[in-house]
């Protein structure tokens, strides 16, 4: 399976971004497709998940602020990002799971400049 994700870029406090990823490659679904993002020094996190039927789960970092939604029919999920702040800084990772494991995308570059 191979994730490809864009949308990644350079914005002001404040402002939004919207990322997309797509899925290719699988002959089954990927039930639950998220992002993940890493800042420089820290760990990578959860950001926000949906599965199948639509259900979301979210960071509460960006409870609020983030959107995620998915397209089963096309296997992509987008990441719409409002009301970006500079601690949302980081590498943003396309992410997906099924029964045959973990897959990742690489990553993009998010930074919120104040």
């Known amino acids: 399976v191979q994730l490809q994700a864009s949308g990644g870029g350079l914005v002001q406090a404040g402002g939004s971004l919207r990322l997309s990823c797509a899925a290719s490659?699988?002959?089954?679904?990927?039930?639950?497709m998220g992002w993940y993002r890493q800042a420089p020094g820290k760990q990578r996190e959860l950001v926000a998940n949906?599965?199948?039927?639509?259900?979301?789960n979210y960071a509460d970092s960006v409870k609020g602020r983030f959107t995620i939604s998915r397209d089963n029919a096309k296997n992509t999920v987008s990441l719409q990002m409002n009301s970006l702040s500079p601690e949302d800084t980081a590498v943003y990772y396309c992410?997906?799971?099924?029964?045959?494991?973990?897959?990742w995308g690489q990553g993009t570059q998010v930074t919120v400049s104040s």
């Open positions: 949906i599965n199948g039927s639509g259900n979301t």
């Open positions: 992410w997906g799971w099924n029964w045959r494991g973990d897959f």
């Open positions: 490659g699988s002959t089954i679904p990927i039930n639950i």
